[in-house]
């Protein structure tokens, strides 16, 4: 199914059309390899009838929305008050390592994205790394060589 | 050891329930068929009289909200349940486990509650950063679709996209609209013209649940749990600097000491305990010579503080308190959403002001002019966003006013770079495209 016939799908969900536009801008931003570029914005704004303009408006508000390319892998460190006293500084600078990139950059072959995050609502299990969206808890630096190899394997 | 009854994780014995039939062997679904079985005012009724109070932060009487959400004959629009599933308040990790472990409680809950307002449509807004409990409650509301328990009601689980201002109920529903983020002027107030301006009520994941249990139990046999004005348990969210953290479901009206200590193992390496954070970081922080302080309403209130989400964070004697302001502040300057101009540009203020202070550049004029900026926050805006962080920092100046001052005193952090938050870092610009420099200033 094309990214503007799923939309369709989407927007059947909800009374008004534009409620559709989070979900709308998720999907395209999936189907575009993890970011929104001018095309996925068009996309979305024609299928709920909306301008790219107010697509960007919207996809600029939300932390979750890329509208530069990431890494295939997104590795990101909460480093919000409770994982910080748990250790999240050392995770970051473990990841730095490893990667060999800076928080909020890439790597030049384009495998990685690094970056730290606020508060992921994992705060009892500090420290909170999301990979891809997925949940990795307990994380101390220690753990991150094998995080690293086994992502790099996968 | 306090005695710990489980109400909202009833029957899961310490795991999950996440299969139908486990659900309905446990006694699920039963609230359900016994709610409609009364007319709505009824419902109502016994939620006032179980003094069930909203756990999101607010802690507004539920059943009141309800009753506040005009009857379909007084105002003939659709009529909408939304469900606060946007957990974001740092140190509250709660509502993501009532998910993940009692989803079809959760789910029951909300179809109570719609039966409650004579709602046929239910929107839950969870957290975009919650993958796993989506999941969970996609397939558990397959079942009960399956199992044709919805008598009707519409339910869409509808993702965020990593905003914690969504928390707050009027932006969740410009969110859930299409739209950015941003409070809207109260009033009209949401039960009257909340979701596409028709009447709503919005309520927390674990008031939700918690709903279930009181039609189960009955409103009289819940009320005897906890204490007067805080009835019921509690999912206290335990973190920082503490043995054993995670989530636990008490009575209202434990102590902190009772929580931190009995039930979470206390400071780890038989650390000093230096401070608590009772409600998450919205709340004013008690001193460690505050343990004694019963968690609920009146007693945090009467303690200077509030009981806020009932995120408990915990740090010992190793944490700069002007580091854990620099932090706090980060996440308040990061999260306005620059509608309100004394939020956008004093959570930022606020943070320039602390991180001075922190590299021994601040004289006593900017320890004033850090508690002025507070001042012309609070209360200034549409939304509580800017107020928390001014409510945050007033409380570590207030409660820890000679580390401050020796920060100022000695021109240079007295931890030396051992405190715990040394190098703390705020959220790195990854997405910071020339789009989100513009829309984040």
Redesign the interface.
């Known amino acids: 199914m094309s990214v503007g016939a799923q939309i369709q799908k989407l927007r059947k969900?909800?009374?008004?059309?534009?409620?559709?536009?989070?979900?709308a801008?998720?999907l395209a931003q999936e189907e575009h390899g993890g970011w929104l570029p001018p095309a996925a914005l068009r996309e979305v704004a024609h299928a709920l009838d909306l301008t790219p303009a107010y697509c960007?408006?919207?996809a600029?508000?939300?932390?979750?929305?890329?509208?530069?390319p990431m890494g295939r892998t997104v590795v990101?460190v909460c480093?919000?008050?409770?994982c910080?006293?748990?250790g999240?500084?050392q995770v970051?600078e473990a990841f730095e390592r490893e990667l060999g990139i800076d928080?909020?950059?890439t790597s030049d072959d384009g495998a990685f994205?690094?970056?730290?995050?606020?508060?992921?609502?994992?705060?009892?299990?500090?420290t909170v790394v999301?990979i891809d969206?997925?949940?990795r808890l307990r994380v101390q630096a220690a753990d991150v060589p094998g995080i690293v190899e086994e992502l790099r394997d996968a | 050891m306090p005695e710990r009854p489980q109400i909202v994780f009833a029957g899961t014995d310490g795991g999950a329930l996440t299969e139908i039939e486990d659900y309905e062997a446990v006694g699920g679904f039963t609230s359900l068929r016994k709610a409609r079985s009364m007319v709505p005012d009824d419902v109502i009724a016994e939620l006032e009289a179980s003094g069930l109070k909203g756990r999101g932060g607010a802690f507004f009487p539920t059943g009141r909200k309800w009753a506040f959400v005009p009857k379909p004959d007084q105002l003939a629009k659709p009529h909408y349940l939304v469900v606060n599933a946007d957990e974001s308040e740092p140190g509250t990790f709660k509502d993501r486990e009532i998910m993940l472990r009692v989803p079809f409680r959760f789910l029951e809950g909300c179809l109570i509650a719609a039966h409650a307002i004579s709602s046929q449509h239910v929107f839950v807004y969870i957290r975009g950063e919650y993958e796993q409990e989506f999941e969970v409650l996609r397939d558990s509301l397959e079942a009960m679709r399956k199992a044709d328990l919805l008598g009707g009601v519409t339910v869409v689980l509808h993702r965020g996209a990593g905003a914690y201002i969504c928390g707050e109920e009027t932006a969740l529903l410009e969110s859930l609209e299409g739209k950015r983020g941003q409070p809207r002027t109260k009033p009209p107030f949401p039960a009257i013209a909340g979701l596409y301006a028709a009447p709503t009520a919005v309520n927390n994941v674990e008031s939700i649940t918690t709903v279930t249990s009181v039609l189960e139990l009955g409103a009289a046999e819940y009320a005897k749990l906890g204490v007067e004005n805080s009835t019921g348990t509690r999912v206290f969210s335990l973190s920082g600097d503490v043995v054993n953290p995670g989530n636990y479901e008490l009575p209202h009206g434990i102590t902190l000491r009772e929580l931190i200590y009995d039930v979470g193992g206390g400071v780890p390496g038989g650390r000093e305990l230096k401070a608590i954070i009772p409600g998450g970081s919205s709340t004013s922080i008690l001193t460690g010579a505050e343990i004694d302080t019963p968690l609920d309403f009146t007693s945090l209130v009467q303690a200077g503080s509030s009981i806020g989400s009932a995120g408990v964070i915990v740090i010992d004697e190793r944490c700069c308190m002007v580091q854990l302001g620099i932090r706090v502040s980060q996440f308040y300057e990061h999260e306005s959403c620059g509608k309100c101009t004394p939020c956008r540009v004093g959570t930022r203020w606020l943070t320039q002001i602390l991180q001075k202070i922190e590299d021994g550049r601040a004289s006593q004029p900017d320890l004033d002019l850090l508690l002025s900026v507070c001042d012309r926050i609070m209360g200034k805006c549409l939304c509580p966003l800017g107020d928390s962080d001014a409510i945050a920092v007033l409380s570590y100046v207030d409660r820890f006013r000679a580390e401050y001052q020796a920060h100022i005193d000695l021109g240079r952090c007295p931890f030396d770079g051992e405190s715990s938050l040394e190098g703390i870092l705020a959220p790195s610009a990854m997405h910071d495209g020339p789009v989100h420099r513009i829309a984040h200033v």
Do not use: K, M
Not at chain 1, 60 to 68: G, M
Not at chain 1, 79 to 82: A, L, P, Y
């Open positions: 969900q909800y009374p008004e059309s534009t409620s559709a536009v989070l979900p801008l998720r960007l408006s919207i600029s508000f939300y932390d979750q929305f890329r509208l530069e990101e480093t919000n008050v409770s910080a006293l748990s999240a500084q970051v928080a909020g950059s994205t690094l970056g730290t995050v606020e508060c992921l609502g994992g705060c009892g299990w500090a999301a969206n997925r949940h």
